[in-house]
């Protein structure tokens, strides 16, 4: 499975972004979906994981209320809305899949990784 993240950049402090991550599989809607991100040298943590059938959404405490996520799985699309957008959300931010868990959450049970894509949040 490959994963192509797209639509990060820079924006400023309270503003959007939207982030995609679309799938090569035509098994898509059998995956948990969700979204990481990095720090500079720190692991990678969790932001927002959904199920096969986008009716289970978990999200990251520091992101709750802020960041909304969403799937089309006949685009084979992973959404993640970031609104209210704070500089200690900037990152690199990596779209994950898997096909082991219900909704992704750690970075430890992935089966596939995106290409990773950098949001930077100006003050």
């Known amino acids: 499975v490959q994963l192509q993240a797209s639509g990060g950049g820079l924006v400023q402090a309270g503003g959007s972004l939207r982030l995609s991550c679309t799938a090569s599989?035509?098994?898509?809607?059998?995956?948990?979906m969700g979204w990481f991100r990095q720090f500079p040298g720190k692991e990678r943590e969790f932001v927002a994981g959904?199920?096969?059938?986008?009716?289970?959404?978990a999200y990251a405490n520091s992101v709750k209320g802020r960041f909304t996520l969403s799937r089309d799985n006949a685009k084979t699309t992973v959404y993640l809305q970031m609104n209210s957008l704070k500089p200690g959300d900037t990152a690199v931010y990596y779209c994950?899949?898997?096909?082991?868990?219900?909704?992704?959450?750690?970075?430890?049970?992935?089966?596939?990784w995106g290409q990773g894509t950098l949001v930077t949040v100006s003050s």
């Open positions: 994950a899949a898997d096909s082991n868990t219900v909704v992704v959450h750690t970075p430890n049970w992935i089966s596939y």
């Open positions: 599989a035509r098994t898509f809607s059998r995956y948990s």
């Open positions: 959904v199920n096969w059938s986008g009716d289970r959404i």
